[in-house]
């Protein structure tokens, strides 16, 4: 009686929980309080989507579950976003393990980190089951994910977006830094002859492209701008005169091979030293007639580039808006007009490049080496061909060999976008002949129908 009383006494009370319930932490509470609120912003589903692309590496989650955080996001309607409406995802485990890629262990880890980051709400059926997703009937909750958690999340989202844009910079400054230091410093090894600078040298230029952390970075540069101090003490100590002492020459020459002078006469050999027989070619004479010519000529590599090397990637191709709204269905969407101009068709197509899985950065890498037209045309080349079926398999990764022979003029747009041209045309051409042919049948069936 005693015992059982002490141990009822030192036992902790643990909360009850049953199988299939979701533990609600204080966060995940938190953020469901939060949905009555009125948000700060509402921004676009593609405008979400890509902020979430370009801090993959940067959230307070890990790469995997932005990748499945981003994947739903893509997976809501565009209109969910608008101030009214609310982004919800409705599916089975199973449907987001296919769309996902994932076990259902690691879904369910997924959710569970997103939740407590507080990028979605989880909204279980009734009394706090998960079980099965069922869609509710008007005025009942529907069960699900709710994805307006991001739009709480949207301040914090763009300050993180910036300090992630100044921190590229920094690792794209110091990464040049290193690099301009590397050419000096290897010459400098070069002349003075130590290998094991340069080959250090070398070890810090290849680490500079594997490091994305500043701290690293700067670490790497301070090594390197070390070496070149070192090398040039080297070089200013190895320049120094020193005394120079010149030995005796009765202490390096024997007297039979000490060298004759011209005490001791001219050398006795057996042949001729006539110097009438030898010719003398008069190179001196006519030498300066032929070198002014020379430094009077053009180069023959000029510094100034080519025509070949600006000329545009369109090579002379005209294409007005609507040839663009024809050979991409999924332009339309974006432009607000029927007839755009073309800041409304490159507006377009910097939404439409997120949809096809262009990443921001290569977007603007593009607009600064292509142009901004130029870079919507490729976008819109590219969606053209996904909506004809075609295949590709790293987008992001195409995109950005298609700006890398851009900027060394070996990108032809005129060849695809006559090509998508002739495939419309061909596609038009069809569907008028099958417009006519089913036109003459249901002609000849009325007229073979009794009155």
């Not at 914090?156 to 844009?165: G, H, M, V």
């Amino acid at each position: 009686m005693t015992l059982s009383s002490g141990m009822e006494a030192v036992a902790p009370s643990l909360p009850l929980s049953r199988r299939g319930r979701r533990r609600l932490s204080l966060s995940m509470l938190a953020a469901r309080d939060e949905l009555t609120t009125p948000p700060p912003a509402c921004p676009g589903k593609w405008d979400v989507a890509n902020v979430l692309k370009s801090l993959r590496g940067c959230l307070p989650v890990s790469r995997a579950a932005a990748a499945t955080l981003i994947v739903m996001v893509e997976k809501t309607r565009p209109e969910d976003w608008e101030p009214l409406g609310t982004p919800f995802i409705y599916a089975h485990n199973a449907t987001l393990m296919g769309w996902t890629g994932l076990s259902r262990s690691a879904l369910q880890r997924h959710i569970r980190e997103l939740a407590e980051a507080r990028f979605l709400v989880p909204q279980d059926g009734r009394n706090g089951q998960r079980g099965r997703r069922w869609q509710g009937q008007d005025g009942e909750m529907r069960v699900g994910f709710n994805l307006a958690a991001l739009r709480y999340r949207w301040p914090e989202l763009l300050a993180l977006a910036d300090q992630a844009r100044q921190n590229r910079e920094r690792i794209q400054f110091l990464r040049t830094a290193i690099a301009d230091l590397n050419e000096i410093v290897r010459a400098r090894a070069e002349c003075l002859g130590q290998d094991d600078a340069a080959t250090e040298a070398a070890r810090i230029m290849l680490a500079r492209l594997r490091v994305r952390r500043i701290g690293t970075l700067e670490g790497l540069y301070e090594a390197m701008v070390t070496l070149h101090e070192t090398l040039d003490r080297a070089g200013k100590e190895g320049t120094q005169p020193h005394p120079v002492e010149n030995p005796d020459k009765s202490e390096r020459y024997t007297p039979k091979v000490r060298p004759m002078g011209p005490e001791n006469g001219a050398h006795y050999t057996d042949t001729k030293n006539i110097q009438s027989s030898y010719e003398v070619v008069p190179v001196a004479a006519t030498g300066r007639k032929r070198i002014e010519p020379m430094r009077r000529a053009e180069p023959e590599f000029p510094d100034r580039p080519s025509a070949e090397t600006g000329r545009s990637a369109l090579r002379g191709f005209k294409g007005t808006a609507l040839f663009y709204l024809e050979i991409c269905a999924g332009l339309r969407e974006f432009c607000t007009s029927a007839r755009p101009s073309s800041e409304d068709l490159i507006v377009g197509a910097e939404y439409l490049s997120g949809r096809i899985g262009v990443s921001h950065h290569a977007w603007g890498q593009a607009c600064v080496v292509l142009g901004r037209l130029q870079a919507a045309i490729c976008v819109i080349m590219m969606a053209a061909r996904l909506e004809r079926g075609a295949i590709i398999h790293r987008r992001d990764a195409y995109f950005r060999a298609l700006v890398e022979r851009g900027a060394t003029s070996r990108l032809y747009l005129d060849r695809s976008l006559y090509a998508l041209r002739d495939s419309r045309s061909r596609e038009t051409g069809m569907l008028v002949e099958a417009g006519i042919m089913r036109s003459r049948s249901q002609t000849s069936q009325s007229r073979g129908k009794p009155a």
